[in-house]
T-cell receptor, first 111, second 116 residues
Framework: QKEVEQNSGPLSVPEGAIASLNCTYSDRVSQSFFWYRQYSGKSPELIMSIYSNGDKEDGRFTAQLNKASQYVSLLIRDSQPSDSATYLCAVKDNYGQNFVFGPGTRLSVLP | GAVVSQHPSWVICKSGTSVKIECRSL??????MFWYRQFPKQSLMLMATSNEGSKATYEQGVEKDKFLINHASLTLSTLTVTSAHPEDSSFYIC????????????FGPGTRLTVT
């Protein structure tokens, strides 16, 4: 059973701070990793994908991947109240087409 | 990113009736689409994988005779909730993966079903 784990939170950070969201996965052959943001009552929205070890930056978001440790993280710099949402980590392996989603971490950015 | 639409965005139906939800990939072809269900404050739950031109693959515990899936074309999949009951009330979301250099999954906006 392939698993993706996340701390459910809530993670509370003050406005302007860096929010750090973490995810671990069980399947060593996983090659593709994704972060989704889901606002309450809405569907998930893809915000980052990462395929290679190291960091990938996109605006205020940085995804970090360490395949040896089976760990992927998302950093949100200069957090804004509008970043308050649930962040889902998703992992895809090379064999199937589906993604395995983590349970999500609820982030609250306090003004 | 790629665009996936769903229709309707919300629906209210009476117990015992059937409801059809459409999922379309608007700017790309999708031989595979996924259907999820999400109850309030809970995680996404994959219900089934919809395959163009063949039968859907259902996750364990999902009744295939109750949740009928038809992948009629490379851009359209439908989910029909048959003989709906109040416990079927949920947020139904479809998604479709893009192919090529990057393989990313994009979600539709979701359909909120309320069965009275």
């Amino acid at each position: 059973q392939k698993e993706v784990e996340q701390n459910s939170g809530p993670l509370s950070v003050p406005e302007g701070a860096i929010a750090s969201l973490n995810c671990t996965y069980s399947d060593r052959v996983s090659q593709s990793f994704f972060w989704y943001r889901q606002y309450s009552g809405k569907s998930p929205e893809l915000i980052m994908s990462i395929y290679s070890n190291g960091d990938k930056e996109d605006g205020r978001f940085t995804a970090q991947l360490n395949k040896a440790s089976q760990y992927v993280s998302l950093l949100i710099r200069d957090s804004q109240p509008s970043d308050s949402a649930t962040y889902l980590c998703a992992v895809k392996d090379n064999y199937g087409q589906n993604f395995v989603f983590g349970p999500g971490t609820r982030l609250s950015v306090l003004p | 990113g790629a665009v996936v639409s769903q229709h309707p965005s919300w629906v209210i139906c009476k117990s015992g009736t059937s409801v059809k939800i459409e999922c379309r990939s608007l700017d790309f072809q999708a031989t595979t689409m996924f259907w999820y269900r999400q109850f309030p404050k809970q995680s996404l739950m994959l219900m089934a994988t919809s395959n163009e031109g063949s039968k859907a693959t259902y996750e364990q515990g999902v009744e295939k005779d109750k949740f009928l899936i038809n992948h009629a074309s490379l851009t359209l999949s439908t989910l029909t909730v048959t003989s709906a009951h109040p416990e079927d009330s949920s947020f139904y979301i479809c998604s479709a993966p893009t192919r090529g250099v990057s393989y990313e999954q994009y979600f539709g906006p979701g359909t909120r079903l309320t069965v009275t």
